[in-house]
């Protein structure tokens, strides 16, 4: 059965008929709320807001704004023209838009809500670097209305497609997340050595550290000398690197620091606690310029050994007392070398650079593996949602 016919099957002759949304719902936005107002307003009923993590919610709050069944839309920022479906006692903010279907239509919520799953973010205005769908553009939006028997039909099937593609990323997740977790036992396993076994050194006993110098984000270009940025080093490094993401002008590098070969790059500075500390071999030809909120630290052992221990239980636990909090959490290079390694002999160090690479290596392609499912999954389920939801579309869609 080809896809037309069987949605012409689906509609048995009905037709379909358009509006725009501003004509069948009345639109609102929330109110401002800030963290102060959610940490003094504790309670059982959840604040939604522009973010798409946890499903919107950003906390609770012992009061409601709506009750009832809704369609939920985010206003601003990055995620712009995302749609939820809300039922029950709620609020949202102020970068937050709420849809009510008009009594009057036969309008199936969660039928609007899959539709404009696949329509809002079309209409987000994406000028002067902060995205926005704001009412007046929500209003705008053209929606096909089958009969209701129809839309409780396509209901039916993707709630059900959703369920099952949510079950399927739920277990590939879990599996992703066990590899991981498999990985950092072994990881952690093979660095962990008895007092007695090997001899262990604070990290400034056996090697140097020198901080960066301040650069920004402007002065980083596609081509020239290359360089690090501390916040690429919780985005794109690993545990070793040969080439940089950014480089810098070849006149600003020669004022800046640089990691040489063999030599690890060091993150001081981040969001939080656990950011601290990890590090990066650099076995490029050429040396590299590092942020101010970075270190390198040269010694006699093995790049990657050192690098491998820094993501360690063992090694956060020891400089967790020595990081500084507040808005940005740091440590300088004092804590670091606080810190005590197990200095096994070279050969052992190579031995366990090597399993952890081949180990590192079966864990990375078991996870692009995976991440290709879970892509595909979605693909898939956004591909039958699409189909479900292709109606010829009339060259204008009048007002009432």
């Not at 993501?311 to 400089?319: E, L, P």
């Not at 979605?378 to 109606?391: A, G, I, K």
Request: net charge negative; proline share 4%.
């Amino acid at each position: 059965m080809s896809e037309l016919s069987y949605m012409e099957k689906l509609l048995d002759g009905a037709e379909v008929e358009w509006k725009k949304l501003g004509d069948v719902a009345t639109l609102q936005r929330g109110r401002v709320m800030s963290k102060g107002y959610l940490n003094e307003n504790p309670g059982k009923y959840p604040v939604y807001s522009s973010q798409t993590a946890n499903n919107g919610k950003i906390g609770s709050i012992d009061t409601f704004d709506f009750e009832g069944e809704y369609v939920n839309w985010t206003t601003d920022g990055a995620n712009a023209g995302t749609v939820f479906y809300r039922t029950g006692k709620f609020s949202i903010t102020n970068v937050s838009g709420l849809i009510k279907i008009n009594d009057t239509l036969n309008l199936n919520y969660k039928y609007l809500f899959y539709w404009l799953s696949t329509e809002a973010k079309k209409h987000v205005y994406a000028g002067m670097g902060n995205p926005k769908l704001m009412s007046n553009q929500v209003a705008k939006i053209p929606i096909a209305i089958p009969p209701i028997r129809v839309q409780n039909e396509i209901v039916r099937i993707l709630d059900t497609f959703t369920e099952l593609t949510a079950e399927l990323t739920a277990e590939l997740t879990a599996e992703l997340t066990a590899r991981q977790q498999q990985y950092e036992y072994y990881r952690d396993e093979l660095l962990t050595f008895e007092e007695v076994e090997v001899e262990w050194k604070l990290l400034d006993e056996v090697g140097e550290f020198q901080r960066g110098k301040r650069f920004v984000k402007k002065d980083m270009i596609s081509e020239g000398f290359p360089c690090i940025h501390y916040g690429e080093m919780y985005t794109h490094y690993d545990i070793w690197a040969n080439t940089s993401k950014s480089f810098v002008d070849n006149n600003l590098a020669s004022k800046l620091r640089v990691a040489e070969y063999g030599d690890v790059v060091i993150v001081a500075a981040g969001e939080t606690i656990e950011d601290i500390g990890r590090g990066t071999a650099w076995l490029g030809e050429s040396s590299v310029v590092i942020h101010d909120a970075c270190f390198s630290y040269k010694s006699s052992l093995n790049p990657k050994y050192v690098s491998y221990f820094l993501r360690t239980k063992i090694f956060q636990d020891q400089i967790k007392p020595y990081i500084s909090s507040g808005k940005i959490s740091a440590i300088n290079a004092k804590g670091l070398g606080k810190a005590k390694i197990p200095i096994p002999p070279s050969n052992v160090q190579d031995e366990i650079v090597r399993i952890l690479d081949a180990f590192t290596e079966l864990t990375a392609e078991l996870t692009a593996e995976l991440a290709v499912e879970i892509t595909a999954r979605q693909q898939q389920y956004e591909y039958y949602r699409d189909l479900l939801l292709s109606f010829p579309k009339p060259e204008v869609v009048a007002h009432d």
